[in-house]
């Protein structure tokens, strides 16, 4: 490449250019960007890493004996192979597992035993989005695939709130509020914090991150904030802010109690009840005890979360004074019954009668993903169709091990039951499931069932060490591509960086010549190449962008390393509309309003209104008695998830390799554990080796170790498989939110914690198993 220009790319956490300097890459931030991430001295490492896979792979066992369901996943050798032999025999199982051309309509088809939820957020980029790419494969040449619905990110809560808010997602890409934050509102109580770290991200791009500049705004005009979070530093240390620390996963309680402080002072704003929403008598009969005999008090309150009675009522008498906004971070609900402190946050905003003032009201998800709260788009993205799915079947999509594992087996999903499909193939392009499931032992087991697995990665992950094919795919920085995200204000056009490393292919070259091979590539790629697609997905911008008297350059300029500015929408979005006018503008939900109380939720098995709930792993249950801590395991602040894990703001942030876990400076002391020992967390599950940091920050009885690490699990005596890299999901549990949702509960777990003090492993480096260095 010519290694004197400076060139536009794009990644999740940021734009930037870059040139190649004497065989590195030379990273410079977007010009328009306030506050660039760290994450961006992530990607240098990417182009040469020994991580990265140069030419295809198949497991050695596979090869040998053919596909069928086997325990050596996981622990098997690979066998470097030519692309044509990779091809060849990826395209015959695909045809011994009924791929075809024009399945046809009579018989089942071949798709309903092929998982391709693919679950993962691969990399920026709308073309050669890996989703989008093994969906449409697998729509081509199955018919299409078991899929998955809604998200780690957003299980528990999506559900609730598609039920009783409509759909959240869509609800918060439509209404600014962060400008509203930064000018309106007077008091941001935000469940979870408000880390800046996360709003590092946004899926397709987040280019200018507003978040420091917007809190700062708030806080130089008085806002006040009110941070409630385990973690001190969930929370940036501004002027205006005041810290309180619940026991992990009992925030509906706090929340409670502070609605009972509002009955009981006849600051429930009735008037809003009436006219928004519906349910409230059902609410207010649990809330004063009258349907189940006890009263949630705020003494109530404090005995299940920690935080004094007279603090609760204390933040419902400031609440009800002030324009407050009531937000909800993804993290609270990513839990056991992760719908409730969900709901309750609404229910709670409802009873203060917020809802139709700027900078008031309830959120969701604000601090959670950068892009939120950000103006909405006034022009369509581009976008790369996927085809039609033809099978229709779906999993929650943290159900995947018990997917494979029990075929046939009955679930619950938003109150239907459902079964799960007779899996034979899974085939992932884009996502890390060894990263981003909970409970890997069970998922390894899991992993053993399918007759084959087929995955496409840059690098060797442990999801990768599970397969069977591995099929080495580029990184954006090798491909040309447009990048885009809701709520980002700018398209960019996204500059090849460098050529492939090693016989590295883009997933859409691999997936059309698979497609050849099985007689559908017509179909696959309605004969256009990349170039092709990427002019046909940019046309409906540029046609909206023209449309709209904006500048709207053809493809031919655009491609150029062009950045265009969107046009944000100026009229109001859907909760601003349904505000003006509750019946003209119904909410997406049954009864077209806020449901306090919803006949769906109560027959599928919870309490028909937001209600405290107990889980079995928090600092109160008899499980605690075992396993005394509270693990979060939360967000990365070097990387995102486990992407990247071996770049360099990555890697300095680890101790020896290993990933550093936080715990309270006393709980430390009490257990003789210094800066820098090496700690085992374990319960029943697992165990993880981690480096420990004693912090101020965290609140007693809670230790923090972020997602990420890369999992490397290893059998030491004594301790059994332990993951001497440092990976939570080693010990945290994969059961579902609820029978409502099934969603992610990750977040949080209960482990016991001690120092390791025999010699300690070393941490396994990131490596492909024939690396090039
Ligand atoms: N315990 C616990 N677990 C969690 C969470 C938690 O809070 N606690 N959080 C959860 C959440 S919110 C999420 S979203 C998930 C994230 O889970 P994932 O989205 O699975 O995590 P990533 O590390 O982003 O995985 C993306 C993978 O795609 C690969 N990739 C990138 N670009 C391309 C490409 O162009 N082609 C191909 N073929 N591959 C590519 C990357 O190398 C990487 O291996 O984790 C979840 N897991
Ligand atoms: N840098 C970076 N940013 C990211 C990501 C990343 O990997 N790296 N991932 C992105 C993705 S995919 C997603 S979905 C979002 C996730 O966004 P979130 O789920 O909101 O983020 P987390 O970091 O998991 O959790 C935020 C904080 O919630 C607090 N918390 C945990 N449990 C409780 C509880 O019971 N009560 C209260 N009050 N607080 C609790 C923890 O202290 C934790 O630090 O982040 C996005 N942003
Ligand atoms: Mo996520």
């Given at each position: 490449?010519?290694?004197t220009?400076?060139?536009?790319?794009?990644?999740?956490?940021?734009?930037?250019?870059?040139?190649?300097?004497?065989?590195?890459?030379?990273?410079?931030?977007?010009?328009?960007?306030?506050?660039?991430s760290?994450?961006?001295?992530?990607?240098?490492?990417?182009?040469?890493h020994?991580a990265?896979?140069?030419?295809?792979?198949?497991?050695?066992?596979?090869?040998?004996?053919?596909?069928?369901?086997?325990?050596?996943?996981?622990?098997?050798?690979?066998?470097?192979?030519?692309?044509?032999?990779?091809l060849?025999?990826?395209?015959?199982?695909?045809?011994?597992l009924?791929a075809?051309?024009?399945?046809?309509?009579?018989?089942?088809?071949?798709?309903?035993?092929?998982?391709?939820?693919?679950?993962?957020?691969?990399?920026?980029?709308?073309?050669?989005h890996a989703?989008?790419?093994?969906?449409?494969?697998?729509?081509?040449?199955?018919?299409?695939?078991?899929?998955?619905?809604?998200?780690?990110?957003?299980?528990?809560?999506?559900?609730?709130?598609?039920?009783v808010?409509?759909?959240?997602?869509?609800?918060?890409r439509?209404?600014?509020?962060?400008?509203?934050?930064?000018e309106?509102?007077?008091?941001?109580?935000?469940f979870?914090?408000?880390?800046?770290?996360?709003?590092?991200?946004?899926?397709?791009?987040?280019?200018?991150?507003?978040?420091?500049?917007?809190?700062?705004?708030?806080?130089?005009?008085?806002?006040?904030?009110?941070?409630?979070?385990?973690?001190?530093?969930?929370?940036?240390?501004?002027?205006?802010v005041?810290?309180?620390?619940?026991?992990?996963?009992?925030?509906?309680?706090?929340?409670?109690?502070?609605?009972?402080?509002?009955?009981?002072?006849?600051?429930?704003d009735?008037?809003?009840?009436?006219?928004?929403?519906?349910?409230?008598?059902?609410?207010?009969?649990?809330?004063t005890?009258?349907s189940d005999?006890?009263?949630?008090?705020?003494?109530?309150?404090?005995?299940?979360?920690?935080v004094?009675?007279?603090?609760?009522?204390?933040?419902?008498?400031?609440?009800?004074?002030?324009?407050?906004?009531?937000?909800?971070t993804?993290?609270?609900?990513?839990?056991?019954?992760?719908?409730?402190?969900?709901?309750?946050?609404?229910?709670?905003?409802?009873?203060?009668?917020?809802?139709?003032?700027?900078?008031?009201?309830?959120?969701?998800?604000?601090?959670?993903?950068?892009?939120i709260?950000?103006?909405?788009?006034?022009?369509p993205?581009?976008?790369?169709?996927?085809?039609?799915?033809?099978?229709?079947?779906?999993?929650?999509?943290?159900?995947?091990?018990?997917?494979?594992m029990?075929?046939?087996?009955?679930?619950?999903?938003?109150?239907?039951?459902?079964?799960?499909?007779?899996?034979?193939?899974?085939?992932?392009?884009?996502?890390?499931?060894?990263?981003?499931?909970?409970?890997?032992?069970?998922?390894k087991?899991?992993?053993?069932?399918?007759?084959?697995?087929?995955?496409?990665?840059s690098?060797?992950?442990?999801?990768?060490?599970?397969?069977?094919?591995?099929?080495?795919?580029?990184?954006?920085?090798?491909?040309?591509?447009i990048?885009?995200?809701?709520?980002?204000?700018?398209?960019?056009?996204?500059?090849?960086l460098?050529?492939?490393?090693?016989?590295?292919?883009?997933?859409?070259?691999?997936?059309?010549?698979?497609?050849?091979?099985?007689?559908?590539?017509?179909?696959?790629?309605?004969?256009?190449?990349?170039?092709?697609?990427?002019?046909?997905?940019?046309?409906?911008?540029?046609?909206?962008l023209?449309?709209?008297?904006?500048?709207?350059?053809?493809?031919?300029?655009?491609?150029?390393?062009?950045?265009?500015?969107?046009?944000?929408?100026?009229?109001?979005?859907?909760?601003?509309?349904?505000?003006e006018?509750?019946s003209?503008?119904?909410?997406?939900?049954?009864?077209?309003?806020?449901?306090?109380?919803?006949?769906?939720?109560?027959?599928?098995?919870?309490?028909?209104?937001?209600?405290?709930?107990?889980?079995?792993e928090?600092?109160?249950?008899?499980?605690?008695?075992r396993?005394?801590f509270?693990?979060?395991?939360?967000?990365?602040?070097?990387?995102?998830?486990?992407?990247?894990?071996?770049?360099?703001?990555?890697m300095?942030?680890?101790?020896?390799?290993?990933?550093?876990?936080?715990?309270?400076?006393e709980?430390?002391?009490?257990?003789?554990?210094?800066?820098?020992?090496?700690?085992?967390?374990?319960?029943?599950?697992?165990?993880?080796l981690?480096?420990?940091?004693?912090?101020?920050?965290?609140?007693?009885g809670?230790?923090?170790?972020?997602?990420?690490?890369?999992?490397?699990?290893?059998?030491?005596?004594?301790?059994?498989?332990?993951?001497?890299?440092?990976?939570?999901?080693?010990?945290?549990?994969?059961?579902?939110?609820?029978v409502?949702?099934?969603?992610?509960?990750?977040?949080?777990?209960?482990?016991?914690?001690?120092?390791w003090?025999?010699?300690?492993?070393?941490?396994?480096?990131?490596?492909?198993?024939?690396?090039?260095?």
């Amino acid at each position: 490449m010519n290694d004197t220009a400076y060139r536009q790319h794009s990644s999740h956490w940021g734009a930037f250019s870059a040139r190649m300097d004497g065989g590195r890459l030379d990273i410079r931030p977007f010009e328009a960007d306030p506050d660039p991430s760290p994450l961006l001295a992530n990607i240098p490492a990417s182009l040469d890493h020994p991580a990265r896979i140069r030419k295809p792979l198949i497991r050695r066992g596979w090869l040998e004996d053919g596909p069928g369901p086997d325990q050596r996943r996981g622990s098997d050798g690979f066998v470097e192979v030519e692309w044509e032999e990779a091809l060849q025999r990826t395209a015959q199982e695909l045809r011994r597992l009924g791929a075809a051309p024009a399945l046809p309509e009579d018989r089942p088809l071949p798709g309903a035993s092929v998982f391709g939820g693919s679950y993962g957020w691969s990399s920026a980029g709308r073309f050669h989005h890996a989703q989008s790419q093994v969906h449409r494969f697998l729509n081509s040449v199955f018919g299409g695939y078991v899929a998955s619905v809604d998200t780690y990110s957003s299980g528990a809560g999506s559900v609730i709130l598609s039920l009783v808010l409509g759909n959240a997602i869509r609800l918060n890409r439509d209404h600014p509020y962060l400008r509203e934050l930064a000018e309106e509102t007077e008091l941001l109580i935000s469940f979870g914090g408000l880390p800046l770290r996360n709003l590092a991200v946004s899926a397709g791009g987040n280019s200018r991150h507003l978040g420091k500049s917007v809190l700062q705004r708030a806080a130089a005009r008085g806002c006040g904030f009110v941070s409630v979070s385990p973690i001190a530093d969930d929370f940036s240390d501004l002027p205006g802010v005041t810290r309180i620390a619940p026991r992990p996963a009992t925030d509906t309680a706090l929340m409670l109690g502070m609605a009972y402080r509002l009955h009981q002072t006849g600051r429930v704003d009735r008037a809003y009840l009436e006219r928004y929403t519906t349910g409230y008598p059902a609410f207010e009969a649990y809330l004063t005890g009258s349907s189940d005999g006890v009263a949630k008090t705020p003494e109530w309150a404090e005995a299940i979360c920690g935080v004094t009675a007279s603090e609760i009522a204390a933040l419902a008498d400031r609440a009800a004074k002030s324009r407050t906004l009531i937000n909800v971070t993804y993290s609270l609900q990513r839990a056991e019954n992760g719908e409730q402190p969900v709901w309750m946050a609404l229910t709670l905003a409802c009873l203060l009668g917020q809802g139709g003032l700027p900078g008031a009201g309830f959120c969701y998800g604000l601090g959670s993903i950068g892009n939120i709260g950000k103006e909405a788009l006034a022009v369509p993205l581009p976008t790369m169709p996927q085809g039609h799915n033809r099978v229709g079947d779906f999993i929650p999509v943290a159900r995947i091990s018990e997917l494979l594992m029990k075929p046939g087996a009955a679930y619950t999903y938003k109150g239907e039951t459902r079964r799960y499909a007779d899996i034979r193939l899974v085939y992932w392009a884009g996502g890390n499931p060894f990263h981003h499931h909970q409970d890997l032992t069970r998922l390894k087991e899991a992993f053993s069932r399918p007759e084959t697995i087929i995955l496409h990665d840059s690098v060797f992950t442990a999801s990768a060490r599970h397969a069977d094919i591995i099929l080495p795919a580029t990184i954006t920085a090798e491909r040309n591509d447009i990048g885009a995200g809701g709520n980002d204000p700018y398209l960019f056009a996204m500059e090849k960086l460098a050529e492939p490393f090693g016989e590295a292919r883009d997933d859409y070259a691999i997936f059309a010549n698979l497609a050849d091979r099985l007689g559908c590539r017509e179909i696959f790629t309605e004969g256009r190449d990349a170039q092709g697609w990427l002019e046909e997905m940019y046309e409906p911008t540029r046609a909206a962008l023209e449309k709209r008297g904006c500048n709207a350059p053809s493809f031919e300029d655009f491609m150029q390393g062009a950045r265009i500015d969107l046009p944000v929408r100026d009229t109001p979005g859907m909760m601003a509309r349904f505000h003006e006018d509750p019946s003209g503008a119904p909410l997406e939900t049954p009864s077209g309003r806020i449901e306090l109380f919803s006949e769906i939720v109560a027959g599928a098995g919870l309490p028909g209104h937001a209600a405290w709930l107990a889980p079995a792993e928090w600092l109160c249950a008899p499980m605690a008695e075992r396993h005394p801590f509270q693990l979060v395991s939360n967000q990365p602040a070097t990387r995102l998830h486990s992407q990247l894990d071996f770049g360099a703001t990555s890697m300095a942030a680890k101790e020896k390799g290993r990933e550093v876990a936080r715990l309270n400076r006393e709980d430390a002391a009490r257990l003789g554990i210094g800066d820098g020992d090496v700690i085992r967390l374990h319960n029943e599950r697992g165990s993880v080796l981690a480096s420990a940091r004693p912090s101020d920050a965290i609140m007693q009885g809670v230790v923090q170790l972020s997602t990420g690490a890369w999992y490397a699990p290893e059998d030491l005596p004594g301790a059994g498989l332990t993951c001497v890299n440092g990976n939570p999901n080693a010990v945290t549990s994969d059961a579902g939110a609820s029978v409502l949702s099934q969603g992610c509960a990750g977040q949080l777990c209960l482990v016991s914690l001690e120092k390791w003090d025999r010699p300690a492993p070393m941490a396994w480096p990131h490596k492909a198993p024939f690396s090039a260095v």
